[in-house]
C-alpha cells in the first residue's frame, strides 16, 4: 500500500509503495460524490486538484490524524492507481485488512449537519435522527469500514465529532440490523455467510458485483475480480470460495470443539434490576475491552465497583452469551483458591482432581489454552498487594504463590480487577489507565435512594438532595442510610437532623452496619468500617502513608498544598511513595495538577474515628498544630498570599482544646499571626477574638510581663487604634510601653514602635504635646541607632508628620512626609502599605496648604494600588476612596463623586458596619457635600448621623466630634430659615451676601480626621 504523508504545514504527498514496517495510520470512510470532483491519484502526484470539493475531505483527515499523533493517512480515493489493473485487484482483496490496520478510522457523513442552539434533548434527538438517515449507511463498501477498524470516529457535514462507534453502539445497531457482537470484535468465524450477506440488503455498490467483492475481507477470502460477470456469478463464486476455506481450515470444527463446554457463569450475586446509572463507566469498560485485555476499575470502598462488575457480567452474558463469566473474591488467598477449584470442577480440568497435583497451575494453563473457547475473569476486591506482587525482595515470604503468577494470558481472556489501591490495578492491567470510580452524579445518587426509601408526601426532593450531600453520593453509604431509616421507621428530615447534629454524631451513624444481600456475607457494610479495613491495610503496608494521612486529616479537607505536607520529615522518596499510596487508594485526590490535594468529608471523619479508636487523635492534633505554628506567615504585608493559601488549614487546627504548656505556645503563636492577616483581610471580628485568644493563652502559660503576651497586647491595641477605640488603645499601648522601656530599652525597635503608635493615638485625642515630644525623641534615638534606612526610623518619621498632621502643621509636615515617602519607596517598594500611608499623608498635608490638583492625584493612586493589593471591600481602600472624595468635593462638586461616595458609603456599611469610623467618616463627606449643593436637609440628616458615630467612637470633647456638631448646629439654623427662600447667615460663620463662604466652610471643615494607617510596619513581630 501507499500512504500520503501529512507535513506540519499541511500539504500531503505520497509516499512509496510499502510492503512492511508500515507506519502508523488513518483512513477515511466517506462516500463518493461526483467523480469528477474527488481527487485522483494522478492529481496527487502532480500536486493538482487542490480545488476539488473532494480535496477538502482529503485535508480534514490530515488535520485530524495530525492531532491524534498521526503522521500518515490512506484515502481510497487517490491512494490507488485505478488505472494498473493488478493494483486495483489487489487493493480491492486487501482493502478489508488495510481498515483493521489503521489506528483510526474517519467516517465523514457528507449529509449529517450538526443541530443549532438547542436545549440538550433535542439536540440529541436531532443527531440521532440526521445519523440514522445517512447516506453513508447505503452502501455496499462502507460495510466492513465499519465492521474492520477497532476504532471508529463518525464527524458532520462541517467536520465537527459526532461519536465513535462505541458511543453510537445502539443507533448502528439500529440502523444496520448487525449484531452488537460484531460492531464490538468483528470475527469471522463467529458469523455464517447468509448473516453477513444479510447485512448488505438494503446496500448498493456501483457496480453490481461490488456487493460480493465487498464482502471478501469479511469472509477472509481472495477472488480475482471479473467485472462484467453480474452479481449472481460474483455471489456463487463468493459462496464456493468461503466453503472451501472452512472445510480447509477446519474451523467448523474448532467452533465444535468449543461448543461442546457448555458456558459457566459464576457471579454469585443476581442481577439487582435496579442498578442506577454508571452508563460512562460500562461504556468505557467496553471500549478498553475492544483494544486490550486486562482492565481494572478502581475507588474507594464502598464506592460501587463490585456492583459495576456485577452489571457488567449480566452484559457480557448477553452479549456473548457463549463465553463463559468467572467470578474469584481475592480479598484473601484461601478465597482466592477456592474460587479456582470451583473452576476445575465446573469445567472437568483434567489433573486436578489427583491430590499431588497443583491445581492453581492446572487452572490457569487451562485458562491460558485457546481450544478452550473464551471467558471473563472478574477478580473483585483486589485490595491486598502483598497477595499479588513480591514489593520487597528481602522481606519474608508468604506461605502460598503470588496471586499474580497464576493469573491466565490470552487472545481469549478478558479480566476486570476491582481494587482499592491503583497500583494493583495498574500493574494487572499491564501498566494502562485505570478506571476510576467517583462518586454518583447528584440526579442518579437521588434516584438511588429513592429506590431505596419510596418517596412519601412529606419527604420533598430537596431533603433526598440535602441527605445525598451530606453522605458525599457515595453508594454504600445511601444504601446503608436507607436500610437505617427504613429499619428505625425514621423520616428522611429526621435522619438528616441526627446527621446535622454534629460531626460525632455523623461518624456514629456512618459506622452503622446494617444487612446487604449485595455484599459478602462476611464484608463490612458500614462506610466507616468498609474504610477501616483499608486503614489498617495502609497502616501495616505502608506506615509512612497511614502518618501522612492521620495529618491531612487535621486540616481543612480541600486544597491541600503538597508543599505543606512537604515539611513533614521524610525522605523524598518516602514522601512521594506516600502521596502515591494514598491517591492509589482514593483517599486524596490531586488538584491543579498535583499541586494540591483534597480529601472527601467522610474519609476524614472516618480516619479521625480510626485515630480516635488508636487513640492517636491528640498526638496527630498536636503535630498538625506544630506544624502550621511553623509554616503559617507572621500576616503582614508580603505574606498575604501564602497565608490565603494555608489559612483554612491553619484554623482547622488552631480550634481545638490543647492540654500540655509547649503545645498551647504554639496555638498563641498560630492564633497571633491568623489575628494579624484576618485583621489585614477586613476581617475585624475573627481577628479580635483570635487575639483575645493568643492573649488568654500567652498570660496564663508565661504570664502578663512575658514579652510575647505584651506582643499581643499591642496587635490588639493597634487594632483598637485602627477601629477608632482610641481610649481602650491608649491605655494598652501605655501599658506595653512602659514595660517594654524597662526590659528593653529605649533604643529597642519593639519600643519605639510601641510608643510610636502611643503617640499617634494622643494626638488623635488632642493630647498634641506628649505626642509630638514623644516621637521627636524617638526619631532622634532611630536616627542614631538604627539608621534613617531602617523600617522603625522611616515609620517613626511617618509617625511625626502624622502628629504635626493633627496640628494642621501641613506645611511643616510635608518635606518629612516626601522623605519618608522617598524612602519608603526605596525600603519597601511602592505598592507597601507604609509607602501607600505615606502618600496619604502627603496628600492630606497638600490638601490642607489648598494643593488640591496634586493631592487629587496622590488620592487617586493611593485608591488604584489600595484595590490592587487589598480588595476593593478592605477598610483601608473604602477609607482611601472616602479622602479622595473629599479632596474633590474640596474643589469642586461633581455628580460623578456623590455616586462614587454614596456607593463606598453602602459598601462600608456592608463590610464594616453603619458605626465604624470609615462609615462614619464618609457620611460626614457626604453631609459637606450636599451642604456645598445647598441641599440643607438632606446634610442635615447626614451630619446627625456623623455627630452621634463621632461621640460613639471618640467621645464628646474630640475635635471631630465638636467640629461635626458646629457644622449640625449650623444646618440647623439654615433649615429653619430656608423657608424664606433665603438661606439665612449664622452670625458666627459669617455671611456673603446670604450664603455661607466657600472659604469659610474650608476653615470650618479643616480638622479633618486624618489618613491614618491600618496596617502595622512589618518590622513589628
Given at each position: 500500500m501507499r500512504l500520503l504523508e501529512c507535513t506540519a504545514d499541511g500539504d500531503l504527498s505520497l509516499t512509496k509503495d510499502l510492503f512492511k514496517d508500515i507506519p502508523p495510520y488513518a483512513i477515511l470512510s466517506h462516500t463518493w460524490g461526483d467523480d469528477d470532483q474527488e481527487i485522483t491519484y494522478k492529481e496527487v502526484m502532480d500536486g493538482s486538484g487542490k480545488s476539488k470539493a473532494g480535496y477538502r475531505k482529503i485535508q480534514f483527515c490530515g488535520e485530524q490524524a495530525r492531532r491524534d499523533s498521526l503522521e500518515y493517512i490512506w484515502v481510497d480515493t487517490c491512494c490507488i492507481n485505478k488505472g494498473d489493473p493488478v493494483e486495483l485487484q489487489k487493493s480491492i482483496n486487501s482493502m478489508f485488512l488495510w481498515y483493521k490496520n489503521a489506528v483510526k478510522c474517519y467516517v465523514y457523513?457528507?449529509?449529517?449537519?450538526?443541530?443549532?442552539?438547542?436545549?440538550?434533548?433535542?439536540?440529541?434527538?436531532?443527531?440521532?435522527?440526521?445519523?440514522?438517515?445517512?447516506?453513508?449507511?447505503?452502501?455496499?463498501?462502507?460495510?466492513?469500514?465499519?465492521?474492520?477498524?477497532?476504532?471508529?470516529?463518525?464527524?458532520?457535514?462541517?467536520?465537527?465529532?459526532?461519536?465513535?462507534?462505541?458511543?453510537?453502539?445502539?443507533?448502528?445497531?439500529?440502523r444496520t440490523g448487525i449484531p452488537v457482537e460484531a460492531l464490538r470484535r468483528y470475527d469471522p468465524k463467529k458469523f455464517s455467510l447468509d448473516e453477513r450477506v444479510a447485512w448488505t440488503a438494503k446496500r448498493e455498490t456501483k457496480h453490481e458485483e461490488d456487493m460480493a467483492y465487498s464482502l471478501l475481507g469479511m469472509c477472509n477470502i481472495f477472488l480475482p475480480l471479473i467485472y462484467g460477470e453480474g452479481r449472481e456469478n460474483a455471489f456463487r463464486r463468493l459462496r464456493e470460495e468461503v466453503g472451501r476455506s472452512v472445510e480447509g481450515n477446519g474451523v467448523d470444527k474448532l467452533d465444535d470443539l468449543a461448543a461442546k463446554k457448555e458456558p459457566k457463569f459464576t457471579v454469585p450475586f443476581v442481577r439487582d434490576p435496579k442498578f442506577i446509572g454508571r452508563v460512562d463507566v460500562i461504556q468505557e469498560m467496553t471500549k478498553q475491552l475492544d483494544t486490550r485485555r486486562r482492565i481494572a476499575i478502581c475507588g474507594i470502598g464502598g464506592i460501587g465497583k463490585s456492583q459495576i462488575a456485577i452489571e457488567y457480567c449480566y452484559i457480557w452474558k448477553h452479549r456473548y452469551p457463549e463465553s463463559h463469566v468467572f467470578w474469584i473474591h481475592t480479598s484473601s488467598f484461601d478465597q482466592f483458591e477456592q474460587a479456582y477449584r470451583e473452576i476445575a470442577k465446573q469445567m472437568s480440568i483434567p489433573g486436578t482432581e489427583d491430590p499431588q497435583s497443583d491445581t492453581l497451575v492446572l487452572v490457569r494453563d487451562w485458562l491460558n489454552t485457546l481450544e478452550n473457547g473464551s471467558w471473563l475473569l472478574i477478580l473483585d476486591n483486589a485490595d491486598d498487594i502483598d497477595l499479588f506482587f513480591e514489593l520487597d525482595s528481602t522481606a519474608n515470604k508468604p506461605n502460598h504463590p503470588y496471586i499474580g503468577n497464576l493469573l491466565p494470558r490470552n487472545e481469549n481472556c478478558f479480566m476486570i480487577t476491582t481494587t482499592r489501591d491503583k497500583r494493583i490495578g495498574q500493574r494487572l492491567s499491564d501498566q494502562e489507565e485505570e478506571i476510576t470510580i467517583d462518586v454518583l452524579p447528584p440526579k442518579d445518587a437521588e434516584q438511588l435512594l429513592v429506590s431505596k426509601i419510596p418517596r412519601s408526601e412529606d419527604t420533598s426532593s430537596a431533603d433526598f438532595h440535602c441527605l445525598n450531600e451530606i453522605l458525599g453520593n457515595i453508594p454504600l453509604a445511601i444504601t446503608q442510610a436507607a436500610a437505617f431509616i427504613r429499619e428505625n421507621s425514621m423520616t428522611v428530615e429526621s435522619y438528616i437532623k441526627e446527621l446535622e447534629a454534629s460531626d460525632s454524631d455523623l461518624q456514629d451513624y456512618m459506622d452503622e452496619s446494617l444487612p446487604d444481600p449485595r455484599r459478602y456475607p462476611d464484608s463490612e457494610n458500614s462506610v466507616a468500617r468498609t474504610w477501616k479495613l483499608s486503614f489498617d491495610q495502609i497502616a501495616k503496608q505502608f506506615p509512612g502513608a497511614a502518618d501522612l494521612l492521620s495529618l491531612t486529616v487535621q486540616l481543612d479537607r480541600q486544597a491541600i498544598p503538597?508543599?505543606?505536607?512537604?515539611?513533614?520529615?521524610?525522605?523524598?522518596?518516602?514522601?512521594?511513595?506516600?502521596?502515591?499510596?494514598?491517591?492509589?487508594?482514593?483517599?486524596?485526590?490531586?488538584?491543579?495538577?498535583?499541586?494540591?490535594?483534597?480529601?472527601?468529608?467522610?474519609?476524614?471523619?472516618?480516619t479521625l474515628r480510626w485515630l480516635s479508636l488508636r487513640h492517636k487523635k491528640t498526638e496527630w492534633q498536636e503535630r498538625s498544630l506544630e506544624l502550621m505554628a511553623k509554616t503559617f506567615p507572621h500576616g503582614y504585608y508580603g505574606t498575604w498570599e501564602e497565608c490565603e493559601t494555608l489559612y483554612l488549614h491553619a484554623k482547622s487546627v488552631a480550634k481545638h482544646e490543647y492540654a500540655h504548656k509547649a503545645v498551647r505556645v504554639q496555638q498563641a503563636e498560630l492564633l497571633e499571626n491568623l489575628a494579624t492577616y484576618d485583621y489585614n483581610q477586613g476581617r475585624s471580628e475573627a481577628a479580635y477574638r483570635q487575639s483575645n485568644n493568643a492573649l488568654m493563652i500567652r498570660e496564663s502559660e508565661l504570664g502578663e510581663k512575658h514579652l510575647d503576651a505584651l506582643t499581643t497586647v499591642n496587635s490588639l491595641a493597634w487594632m483598637y487604634e485602627s477601629d477608632g477605640n482610641l481610649a481602650e488603645s491608649e491605655i494598652q499601648f501605655r501599658r506595653t510601653s512602659k514595660t517594654f522601656l524597662e526590659v528593653l530599652g529605649n533604643t529597642h525597635p519593639e519600643t519605639l514602635w510601641t510608643t510610636n503608635k502611643l503617640a499617634k493615638v494622643l494626638s488623635m485625642q488632642g493630647n498634641f504635646a506628649e505626642a509630638e515630644t514623644m516621637v521627636r525623641q524617638n526619631l532622634e534615638i532611630s536616627r542614631i541607632e538604627l539608621g534613617n534606612k531602617h523600617e522603625t526610623t522611616i515609620e517613626t518619621a511617618t509617625a511625626l508628620a502624622f502628629v504635626l498632621l493633627n496640628q494642621d502643621k501641613n506645611a511643616e509636615a510635608e518635606p518629612i512626609i516626601r522623605n519618608s515617602l522617598q524612602l519608603c519607596e526605596e525600603v519597601f517598594g511602592e505598592k507597601h502599605p507604609s509607602t501607600l500611608e505615606c502618600k496619604g499623608n502627603l496628600a492630606f498635608a497638600l490638601s490642607g496648604q489648598e494643593k488640591y490638583a496634586e493631592a487629587e492625584l496622590m488620592f487617586r493612586h493611593t485608591v488604584e494600588v489600595s484595590r490592587e493589593i487589598l480588595g476593593n471591600t478592605h477598610r483601608g481602600t473604602l477609607d482611601a476612596i472616602n479622602r479622595l472624595c473629599w479632596v474633590i468635593i474640596s474643589q469642586k462638586?461633581?455628580?460623578?463623586?456623590?455616586?462614587?461616595?454614596?456607593?463606598?458609603?453602602?459598601?462600608?456599611?456592608?463590610?464594616?458596619?453603619?458605626?465604624?469610623?470609615?462609615?462614619?467618616?464618609?457620611?460626614?463627606?457626604?453631609?459637606?457635600?450636599?451642604?456645598?449643593?445647598?441641599?440643607?436637609?438632606?446634610?442635615?440628616?447626614?451630619?446627625?448621623?456623623?455627630?452621634?458615630?463621632?461621640?460613639?467612637?471618640?467621645?464628646?470633647?474630640?475635635?471631630?466630634?465638636?467640629?461635626?456638631?458646629?457644622?449640625?448646629?449650623?444646618?440647623?439654623?439654615?433649615?429653619?430659615?430656608?423657608?424664606?427662600?433665603?438661606?439665612?447667615?449664622?452670625?458666627?460663620?459669617?455671611?456673603?451676601?446670604?450664603?455661607?463662604?466657600?472659604?469659610?466652610?474650608?476653615?470650618?471643615?479643616?480638622?479633618?480626621?486624618?489618613?491614618?494607617?491600618h496596617q502595622k510596619p512589618s518590622s513589628h513581630g
Open positions: 457523513l457528507a449529509d449529517v449537519s450538526m443541530p443549532g442552539d438547542e436545549d440538550a434533548s433535542e439536540c440529541k434527538i436531532a443527531i440521532e435522527s440526521k445519523f440514522r438517515t445517512a447516506k453513508w449507511f447505503t452502501r455496499g463498501w462502507t460495510l466492513q469500514e465499519l465492521l474492520a477498524p477497532s476504532s471508529v470516529d463518525f464527524f458532520s457535514t462541517d467536520y465537527r465529532w459526532i461519536g465513535d462507534k462505541f458511543s453510537l453502539e445502539r443507533l448502528i445497531h439500529e503538597k508543599t505543606l505536607l512537604s515539611h513533614i520529615e521524610y525522605r523524598s522518596i518516602d514522601f512521594n511513595k506516600a502521596l502515591g499510596t494514598l491517591q492509589a487508594y482514593s483517599f486524596i485526590r490531586a488538584e491543579k495538577g498535583g499541586s494540591s490535594f483534597e480529601i472527601h468529608r467522610l474519609v476524614q471523619l472516618s462638586f461633581d455628580a460623578e463623586v456623590e455616586h462614587l461616595l454614596r456607593q463606598n458609603i453602602q459598601t462600608c456599611e456592608c463590610m464594616l458596619g453603619k458605626t465604624h469610623q470609615v462609615t462614619i467618616n464618609g457620611v460626614y463627606y457626604l453631609a459637606w457635600l450636599f451642604e456645598k449643593k445647598e441641599e440643607y436637609e438632606e446634610a442635615l440628616t447626614l451630619y446627625e448621623r456623623a455627630c452621634a458615630g463621632f461621640e460613639s467612637i471618640y467621645g464628646s470633647q474630640h475635635s471631630s466630634t465638636l467640629e461635626c456638631k458646629r457644622r449640625y448646629s449650623a444646618m440647623l439654623d439654615i433649615s429653619s430659615t430656608s423657608q424664606m427662600n433665603v438661606p439665612a447667615e449664622i452670625s458666627e460663620m459669617g455671611t456673603n451676601n446670604g450664603v455661607i463662604s466657600t472659604s469659610k466652610r474650608r476653615s470650618r471643615f479643616s480638622k479633618l480626621l486624618p489618613w491614618r494607617s
